[in-house]
Nanobody
Framework: VQLQASGGGMVQAGDSLRLSCAVS????????LGWFRQAPGKEREFVAG????????RYSDAVKGRFTISRDNAKKMVHLQMDSLETEDTAVYYC?????????????????????WGQGTLVTVSS
């Protein structure tokens, strides 16, 4: 199983970035997907999640209204569109796959819910 995140970089506050995650080695359409982030000295936190067939999405309060998660089951990709970036968004961003969520609970928000993780991509937002 491999999750390959890309699209990170250094931007200024107010700019946009689009993260992508290519997934291989698992039945993509059977997994809920999530994006998490970890800032220096902080715990990894949930950012956004999407159910298997995009029937529901969920966002942390910190990014709601600014970030949009989407998935392409045919291409086995998940994306995170990040608009109006703030310095507080600086972190390493990770994509993750959850194969155990049921429809009523997806997408889940705890790191322990996710079975597979990508290597992370660094987003740095300067003022």
């Amino acid at each position: 199983v491999q999750l390959q995140a890309s699209g990170g970089g250094m931007v200024q506050a107010g700019d946009s970035l689009r993260l992508s995650c290519a997934v291989s080695g698992l039945s993509f359409s059977r997994y809920s997907l999530g994006w998490f982030r970890q800032a220096p000295g902080k715990e990894r936190e949930f950012v956004a999640g999407i159910c298997k067939n995009s029937e529901r999405t969920r966002y942390s309060d910190a990014v709601k209204g600014r970030f949009t998660i989407s998935r392409d089951n045919a291409k086995k990709m998940v994306h995170l569109q990040m608009d109006s970036l703030e310095t507080e968004d600086t972190a390493v961003y990770y994509c993750a796959a959850d194969g155990r969520a049921i429809t009523s609970s997806c997408p889940r928000t705890h790191t322990s819910n996710y079975d597979h993780w990508g290597q992370g991509t660094l987003v740095t937002v300067s003022s």
